[in-house]
């Protein structure tokens, strides 16, 4: 991929860092100023804005330029790692937004607690903590890593550019102010995604001579890529959205729980276009450029742009570096706050909002201290999702198998997912098997196993008596 001539660069620089400031501008504008403005904007959100909010919680730059990548190289059946989230958002909100809105809760911890107990609370607040830092890492890297390659940057300056912009964001914005700013995120991201295929698929002269040229396979449903692993990627996509803090947070900022249903579909209707897009870009960059790094797939159509799109182009991938930093930090420091903070010190209302500051900003470094450490760790954040599946199994049968919801049961099968997933994972998914089948099996199984020969507990008994008075009552 060739670098940007000097006048473009000066240009597309300038022109991100106006961007940078006017959005810090109106985080400050729009701050929350309370811990409920904070956590879950006080549900004052409208169902759109927060249905934005899960997009791009899912679309940032790694899915970016990684599924334009894997289109490259296996076919526009990549394309289902994103159609897979539009499937899982509708599942969502058919079956789990309105039981989630329910609670009362903002965190999947809290709602855990209701369903099991104390301490499946703290090992669901412990695994989903460890994820998220994870999760952030990759941000941090993949993000970085493409913007260092597009400006020519050093990838640690990239790297803290990000810390310091994305800790600005939800340390001050909190969730009212990431929100509104999001909206101006997903924006400029959709209109980069948009304007690139537009030039991608103008230099291939239409769609005809790709499929001509290329492989018939990169046309089929399921590529190079196979059925097993695209289903896999439909287990995690829900899985990750049926349990991933920030998923739950910004449902519950919605003003009821009809808009919170609305909000996850939403959802699912904007992610279905940039997922057809970034796959047309990646098998056009492959027919284009079929020599170079599959890496370059989304950033390469840069080079035939005038600089007012390639500016627009390259903002719109620091729009989803921040976008994606910012949300997963600001669940981050939700379940510390809540979970671990608040319990322990009881605040006041301004002790509370003055400390959730402080472990913002450590939420923040964290990540960028694993990039100067130990960068080899990116891949591991392609397992978290499927620590969080194995939350979601539990949540899952919490609310729709409520004999089998006993807390010793699912603190166990918590913890011996957490473990087995990260084993198989390390010696490289043994027999074909992948992880996230692992974190699936693993919760389920215990919790059966429990209920039938480890008798039940407190938790167990008490939820089948609210079950049972609940069908009398019918």
């Known amino acids: 991929m060739k670098a940007l001539n000097p006048s473009s660069l000066i240009f597309v620089l300038a022109v991100i860092v106006v961007y940078i400031l006017f959005t810090t501008w ?13 956590n879950n904007a006080a549900k004052t959100l409208p169902a759109l804005v927060v249905g934005i909010l899960l997009m791009s919680e899912f679309i940032g730059t790694k899915s970016t330029v990684g599924t334009a990548e894997s289109s490259f190289t296996d076919g526009i059946a990549a394309s289902w790692s994103l159609i897979t989230v539009t499937i899982a958002f509708f599942l969502f909100s058919f079956f789990l937004v309105n039981k989630f809105y329910g609670t009362g809760k903002y965190t999947i911890s ?4 209701q369903k099991f107990g104390r ?15 994870l999760v952030n890492l990759g941000n941090y890297l993949s993000g970085s890593a493409a913007i260092a390659a597009l400006l020519g940057l050093p ?3 990239c790297a803290i550019i990000t810390a310091i912009v994305s800790t600005f964001y939800f340390t001050f914005g909190g969730m009212k102010g990431v929100a509104w700013v999001t909206i101006l995120h997903s924006f400029v991201k959709y209109a980069g995604v948009l304007i690139t295929v537009g030039v991608a698929l103008y ?3 239409g769609f005809k001579p790709i499929v001509q040229e290329l492989p018939k396979s990169y046309f089929t449903w399921d590529g190079t890529i196979g059925g097993g692993t695209i289903f896999a990627w439909l287990i995690g996509n829900m899985g990750a959205i049926f349990s991933t803090q920030f998923i739950i947070q910004a449902i519950t900022s919605s003003k009821s729980a009809k808009a919170a249903k609305k909000s996850s579909l939403y959802a699912a209707l904007l992610c279905l276009p940039l997922a057809l897009a970034i796959g047309v870009i990646g098998v056009c960059a492959r027919y284009l450029y079929p020599n170079i790094d599959p890496i370059y797939a989304f950033p390469v159509f840069l080079e035939h742009m005038n600089p007012v799109l390639t500016a627009i182009v390259a903002t719109s991938l620091v729009a989803s570096i921040f976008v994606g930093v910012s949300t997963v930090a600001l669940a981050t420091t939700t379940l510390i706050v809540d979970d671990f903070y608040v319990p322990k010190a009881k605040p006041s209302p301004e002790q509370q909002m003055k400390m959730t500051r402080i472990i ?7 990540p960028l201290l694993g990039v100067v450490l130990a960068p080899e760790l990116l891949t591991l954040s392609f397992f978290t999702r499927a620590l969080r599946t194995s939350i979601a ?3 899952a049968m919490g609310f729709y198998l409520p004999f089998f919801s006993s807390n010793r049961g699912a603190t166990i099968g918590l913890a011996m997912s957490g473990i087995f997933t990260t084993v198989w994972y390390l010696l490289g998914n043994p027999f074909g098997i992948d992880n996230m089948y692992v974190a699936v099996i693993t919760p389920f199984i215990v ?8 008798g039940k507990d407190k938790k167990s008994e008490n939820t089948e008596s609210n079950t049972v008075e609940y069908i009398d009552a019918k």
Do not use: H, Y
């Not at 900003?361 to 964290?366: L, Q």
């Open 119 to 133: 301490s499946t609370k703290t090992v669901v607040s412990i695994i989903m903590i460890a994820a998220l830092l």
């Open 447 to 454: 919790m059966v196993i429990d209920r039938f020969i480890g």
């Open 110 to 113: 809290g709602i855990i607690e």
């Open 26 to 38: 109106l985080t400050m504008r729009l701050r929350s100023k309370s811990s409920a403005e904070f």
């Open 203 to 205: 230099l291939c002269g």
């Open 360 to 366: 913002s900003v450590v939420v923040g470094i964290i």
């Open 393 to 395: 199994v539990v949540a």
């Open 155 to 157: 990838l640690m300056t």
